[in-house]
């Protein structure tokens, strides 16, 4: 069955910086999410990737699919305390199921 | 298999109907979740269970309700289903609210005509 790693596991950095957060899936995704968890909230979904190589990108939020649709990266620039949460990839797996990522805890120090 | 165990995978309710969604995790974590997942809108909380003994109510809890039976189990019932419940429900585990180390069953399909 499909699986997706996430890494890393958490993150901590200086506001003001860049990070990157990575997807892996042992299949070829047919459609990868990214969410985020609000404390105390459910999760918000953020984008959807469909094509290889596909790039959205929302505020200071920018998702990549690879080419060969295996990878994601989400790379937020210049973080701020409010993207502080847990980052979760998840991918339709060709419309049989749904699978999800463990998550990256991102906390973002003032 | 360690992991968490939802049934049924498919269900098909008629309106007003009622049932329950099972799940079951064998990790020994302390917080569970309800979610549900439509096209476009992405998983929505329904409710969750941050330990034993305690639920509250997540974005979408109307027409909802929820049994933390045990630390493994966490149930939700649909007292009188409506056509708006048919969704993709999934359940999700993990450690501690708010850490990274989710897991999720692989879902039920509902629904309900």
């Known amino acids: 069955s499909q699986e997706l790693e996430q890494s890393p596991q958490s993150l901590i950095v200086q506001e003001g910086k860049n990070l990157t957060i990575n997807c892996t899936s042992s299949k070829t995704l047919y459609g990868l999410y990214w969410y985020k968890q609000k404390y105390g909230e459910g999760l918000i979904f953020l984008m959807m990737l469909q094509k290889g190589g596909e790039e959205k990108s929302h505020e200071k939020i920018t998702a990549k699919l690879d080419e060969k649709k295996q990878q994601s990266s989400l790379h937020i620039t210049a973080s701020q305390p409010s993207h502080a949460g847990i980052y979760l990839c998840?991918?339709?797996?060709?419309?049989?199921?749904?699978?999800f990522g463990p998550g990256t805890r991102l906390s973002v120090l003032p | 298999n360690a992991g968490v165990t939802q049934t049924p995978k498919f269900q098909v309710l008629k309106t007003g109907q009622s049932m329950t969604l099972q799940c079951a995790q064998d990790m020994n974590h302390n917080s569970m979740y309800w979610y549900r997942q439509d096209p476009g809108m992405g998983l929505r909380l329904i409710y969750y269970s941050a330990s034993e003994g305690t639920t509250d109510k997540g974005e979408v809890p109307n027409g909802y309700n929820v049994s933390r039976l045990n630390k493994r189990e966490f149930s939700l019932r649909l007292e009188s289903a409506a056509p708006s419940q048919t969704s993709v429900y999934f359940c999700?585990?993990?450690?501690?609210?708010?850490?990274?180390?989710?897991?999720f069953g692989s879902g039920t399909r509902l629904t309900v005509v």
């Open positions: 998840g991918a339709d797996n060709y419309g049989q199921n749904f699978v």
């Open positions: 999700a585990s993990n450690l501690g609210h708010l850490n990274y180390g989710y897991t």
